[in-house]
């Protein structure tokens, strides 16, 4: 039988790294719900009409969907982002609103895997409902910022744009298609076909016969509306005012179709430009009320975990926690004190763990030694017939001495504190 893999564009993660990512997790949750998001879980598989609404002319929604058919004959998908199933929640449940939620999680997209792109992959995020003030679009994004700082990462990027409104981006649209008419020569193959259903594509596209054409197309910041301009200043000049460094950059369209008004996205300098996006998100003023909810602001951000990972990598920071127990219990008087030592230990909040199997007293120590733990409690008969304990020192001066069998938890809580 053929070797079991995990399958192609998804990954395992053992220890010691999985211990980074419980990092990350730890101090995303510190940073938001110390501003006063709460946790939201929503499913990993929705209704696929959840997903079709939001992005039904993207490729994120179009091409790369996980959708299929389950045992009952309905039409399901793995979530290929969180916003949406967020949504559909605040719809179902109504909130008190400002809502503000954050979430962790898997999320599932059939692209072509390559280094921090991935099939299944993982995102940090928050959604806020409820508040149109661009203040709140400056905490989003602080909060987003915060939390890179927190992981130690200094080479982020914070690119700002506006996407306008439903007063703003109808004309700019018909601008876009105008020009981009008259360059349609120009363009890469799919979106000389393409362009007038989705004229914003045209700006994300990463051909370089695109990017030429998009470096000079008309920009949607220099076509706001009244009510967006004064929005879009109030959020830069926030930025501005926390210190928080910001470039526009008016081809920010990001891959998803809902956004009104701020959009940003964080690139990883430290990482290879193809996919240095470490996280991305905006306002989307509109998506409540098209997926049937109340008309209702929202504005949130999703952040990937392994890009992350790998520009904390590139930058030398997060090392992986220490997580190795305080005390190891070699036993090798036929195992009854590994077996009541260990709970009393645990019991007592201390980190201990054991061997198994009756293994020589070698063989124990051995594993001892790689536990990381900085004592050992030995039993052998003697210990045992004589109802003591040795405690032994794993680093430095190795002595070790014996202890009454019933004072022993106590010891080495006193040992560890010291
Ligand atoms: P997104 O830009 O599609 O936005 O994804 C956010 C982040 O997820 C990206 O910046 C990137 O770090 C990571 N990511 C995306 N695709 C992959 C992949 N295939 N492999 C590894 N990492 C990936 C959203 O998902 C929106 N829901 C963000 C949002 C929240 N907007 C408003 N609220």
């Known amino acids: 039988m053929s070797e079991l893999r995990h399958p192609i564009g998804t990954f395992d993660v053992l220890a010691p790294d999985s211990r980074r990512w419980e990092a990350l997790l730890a101090v995303f949750a510190r940073v938001v719900e110390g501003a006063g998001y709460g946790?939201?879980?929503?499913?990993?598989?929705?209704?696929?009409?959840?997903?079709?609404r939001v992005g039904a002319s993207t490729d994120i929604v179009r091409k790369e969907m996980y959708d299929f058919e389950d045992k009952g004959g309905r039409r399901v998908a793995l979530r290929p982002e969180v916003t949406a199933s967020v949504v559909r929640a605040f719809i179902q449940h109504r909130p008190t609103t400002p809502w503000k939620a954050w979430y962790a999680g898997?999320?599932?997209?059939?692209?072509?895997?390559?280094?921090?792109?991935?099939?299944?992959?993982?995102?940090?995020g928050i959604e806020v409902f409820g508040a149109a003030d661009a203040d709140l679009d400056v905490e989003v994004m602080a909060l987003g910022w915060e939390f890179y700082r927190a992981l130690g990462l200094r080479r982020v990027e914070l690119m700002v744009n506006s996407l306008g409104d439903a007063t703003c981006r109808p004309p700019y649209r018909a601008l876009l298609i105008e020009?981009?008419?008259?360059?349609?020569?120009?363009?890469?193959?799919?979106?000389?076909?393409?362009?007038?259903?989705?004229?914003l594509r045209v700006l994300d596209c990463k051909r370089p016969t695109c990017k030429a054409v998009a470096a000079d197309a008309p920009k949607q910041v220099e076509h706001l509306c009244d009510a967006c301009g004064a929005h879009f200043a109030r959020a830069t000049g926030g930025l501005d005012a926390l210190g928080i460094p910001w470039t526009l950059a008016t081809n920010l369209v990001r891959g998803l179709d809902y956004y009104t008004r701020t959009t940003f996205e964080y690139a990883g300098l430290a990482l290879d430009s193809a996919q240095n996006a470490v996280g991305g998100g905006g306002r989307y003023d509109a998506l409540v009320e098209e997926m049937g909810g109340p008309s209702t602001p929202g504005i949130g951000f999703a952040l990937g975990v392994e890009r992350i990972l790998m520009a904390c990598d590139a930058e030398g920071t997060l090392a992986a926690p220490d997580a190795a127990v305080d005390v190891f219990v070699v036993d090798f008087a036929g195992g009854d004190a590994a077996r009541d030592l260990t709970a009393q230990l645990r019991a007592a909040g201390v980190r201990a763990d054991r061997s198994f199997d009756g293994r020589s007293a070698k063989a124990q120590f051995k594993v001892a030694d790689r536990s990381g733990a900085r004592l050992a409690l030995v039993v052998g008969p003697d210990d045992a017939a004589a109802g003591t304990v040795m405690i032994r020192p794993l680093t430095g001066d190795r002595t070790q001495w014996a202890t009454p069998r019933d004072q022993v938890v106590a010891e080495v809580a006193r040992l560890l504190g010291s």
């Open 179 to 199: 020009y981009l008419e008259a360059r349609s020569g120009d363009l890469c193959d799919e979106h000389r076909d393409r362009f007038r259903e989705n004229p």
């Open 106 to 124: 898997s999320n599932f997209r059939y692209e072509s895997p390559q280094a921090g792109r991935y099939r299944e992959f993982h995102q940090v």
């Open 39 to 52: 946790l939201v879980i929503t499913p990993t598989f929705e209704d696929l009409q959840v997903f079709q």
